[in-house]
């Protein structure tokens, strides 16, 4: 736990929105409390959770993350041209797809990896050693099959914490740029697609409401890669933008009743729900600060998977992108048996 971490600071720019009467359109992560936020969640969720020995590994990377933040300095970023240039293609900036990646993510990786020996269980000490000496060749193709969804070729061992490392350094970027062009106007702002992350163009882990202000319950987006979290209208499907056939489901309506009204009564009130679209067929969980100031989007939606089980059931698809977990397996990176270091 870090002393303060529960400490929110207003961005400049939220400050301005707020002073206007308006909703900022981005909710910024902060350099100091971003990662241990998350790790606090995480410990929370950890006891007594039937995941909770995954939920305090991610927890362990969480801190390592953070460290990582705050030292990681001097990558490049988009010059004030380019940053035009996407504004003016309706393009995010940092496209986690296409972005050049500097090789000091590397770095950020061996040294999550070396933290994370310390305390990890002895299933996953291949899998770290494996990361630490890998070569430039084998992460830079995790990374594309990480950034771009094309699974194949992907070490599902070592993804969290190659994930991890790329999490750290593109956070960094867009903290970076903000630094580096204050004074000068939003760098990042509303692009073509609002439903992925203005700054990278990574798809959301899962929905945040927050009430500041005036502005009760306001819905933000929250991105996977970078954790810059964009602000969209309730009521609304973030994967097609229906907003007909919408539905909200949560574990405790559907654990204590048969009785749908009380169920949607009580589905309504829970801090982690998923949100449904008849439309599309997709959902999308959504947690609430309101109903618990610690909710951490990527933390939350670890520790309710039996949640996107119960949706599932009902045929529909999750959207949410959550780099901890891929292809829903509640493992901590251990001896994989098809894990090669190649
Ligand atoms: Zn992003
Ligand atoms: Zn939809």
Known sequence: MVAGATVRVMSPEEISARAAGETAFLHWPERATFFAEREMRLRQLSRGHAMGDFLAFTADLAHAQQAQLQALQGVPIPDGRA???AARRGLPP?????????PAWHRVLRALASDLQAHAPAGAS????RLANADE???ERQADALLTGVM?????????????ALQVYWTHMVLAVREHHQGQGQPFGRIDDETVCPCCGSRPTASITRTSGDSLGQRYLHCSLCGMQWHMVRIKCPHCLGTKSLSYHSLDAAEQSNDAEASAARAALATVQAEACDDCGHYLKMVHTDRDPFVEPVADDLASLTL????????KQRTGVNLMLLFGEPEPPDASPHAGGD
Not at 158 to 164: C, D, E, Q, T
């Open 83 to 85: 940053i035009d240039e």
């Open 308 to 315: 996107d089980l119960l949706v599932s059931e009902t045929g």
């Open 94 to 102: 940092l496209p986690a797809s296409d972005w050049p990646r500097d």
């Open 126 to 129: 291949p899998t770290l050693q």
């Open 137 to 139: 060749v084998f992460l």
């Open 152 to 164: 194949a070729g992907l070490d599902l061992a070592s993804a969290p914490i190659v994930a991890g």
